[in-house]
């Protein structure tokens, strides 16, 4: 399973690269729901692990309940049809059965249950973090700040149009003007909140769905193993633009980080590095 997974991750990577390929210049290592997906988007973060180590042991277990149980039900209507089975038997009960399809479920339930406990109070209590980033969720955008940085403003961070995702080579309704930066092998705190109506901040590869309510916040956590750009969406339907209010966190390196830091939050306009790159930010603006 971990194998199966760890390949199709390399091939909705390998997607988004691909849809790379024609923009001006190349973009980093992306991370994201891809065209054809059907499973979990690749592991980003402990959590993240943890999740999918979870959802394939769960996955085994379903995957044979089902055989068995569609096995006995063709068994059964196959053997004691009415043609071979003229005279039906009059079998009310009977213990020893009952008390087996009572007790291997509850069985199989607890086996489900541990693993899944352990999952949920790794998502839910948080470790010693290192920093703190405060997420704020709009009508219709995504606020970020760094609580532990006094000289970093808080800044909005909006959907790039088509063209624009085209132009910077970054998908289309996944791509913003200004990613959230964290530092790679930090744990970081995530408070969530909203200043109008409910959201949800989700980053798939994170194993992070956090909602978003004013007037109430709350926390969550991730630590990103390896640099990139991670993408999730609005979780929480939350009103006409709920399509358009993507999750872009870019993940970076110490060294990095604390240049961004330093230099009060400063981002390099994604667009700068186009040919002409000027009239294309001018216009946009
Ligand atoms: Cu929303």
């Known amino acids: 399973m971990r194998a199966l997974n760890a390949m199709l991750s390399t091939a909705g990577t390998g997607f988004l690269?691909?849809?790379?390929?024609?923009?001006?210049?190349?973009?980093?290592?992306?991370?994201?729901p891809t065209q054809d997906g059907w499973y979990l988007q690749e592991a980003a973060t402990p959590v993240m692990e943890e999740l999918t180590r979870v959802h394939d042991i769960v996955q085994v277990i379903i995957t044979l309940i089902v055989i068995f149980v569609v096995g006995l039900m063709a068994y059964i209507m196959i053997?004691?049809?009415?043609?071979?089975?003229?005279?039906?038997?009059?079998?009310?009960?009977n213990t020893l059965i009952e008390v087996i399809w009572t007790v291997v479920p509850v069985i199989i339930l607890v086996i489900i249950a541990i693993p899944s406990m352990n999952l949920l109070y790794m998502q839910d209590r948080l470790p010693q973090t290192q920093m703190t980033v405060k997420v704020v969720g709009n009508?219709?955008?995504?606020?970020?700040?760094?609580?532990?940085?006094?000289?970093?403003?808080?800044?909005?961070?909006?959907?790039?149009?088509?063209?624009?995702?085209?132009?910077?080579?970054?998908?289309?309704?996944?791509?913003?003007?200004?990613?959230?930066?964290?530092?790679?092998?930090?744990?970081?705190k995530v408070l969530v909140t909203s200043v109008n109506?409910?959201?949800?901040?989700?980053?798939?590869?994170?194993?992070?769905?956090?909602?978003?309510?004013?007037?109430?916040?709350?926390?969550?956590?991730?630590?990103?193993?390896?640099?990139?750009?991670?993408?999730?969406?609005?979780?929480?339907?939350?009103?006409?633009?709920?399509?358009?209010?993507?999750?872009?966190?870019?993940?970076?390196?110490?060294?990095?980080?604390?240049?961004?830091?330093?230099?009060g939050g400063e981002v390099e306009d994604k667009f700068a590095k186009l040919e002409g790159g000027a009239a294309v930010s001018a216009a946009n603006d």
């Open 197 to 263: 109506n409910m959201h949800a901040w989700a980053v798939p590869s994170f194993g992070v769905k956090m909602d978003a309510v004013p007037g109430i916040i709350n926390e969550t956590w991730f630590e990103v193993f390896e640099e990139g750009t991670y993408y999730g969406q609005c979780s929480e339907i939350c009103g006409i633009n709920h399509y358009y209010m993507p999750i872009e966190v870019k993940a970076v390196s110490q060294a990095e980080f604390a240049r961004f830091i330093a230099g």
């Open 17 to 32: 690269t691909l849809m790379s390929a024609g923009a001006a210049f190349a973009q980093d290592r992306q991370v994201g």
């Open 79 to 93: 053997r004691f049809r009415e043609s071979k089975n003229p005279v039906p038997s009059k079998t009310s009960h």
């Open 139 to 188: 009508t219709w955008n995504w606020l970020y700040s760094y609580p532990d940085y006094e000289n970093v403003e808080e800044y909005v961070s909006n959907p790039l149009d088509e063209t624009q995702s085209k132009q910077v080579g970054q998908p289309y309704l996944l791509a913003t003007d200004a990613p959230l930066i964290v530092p790679i092998n930090t744990k970081v």
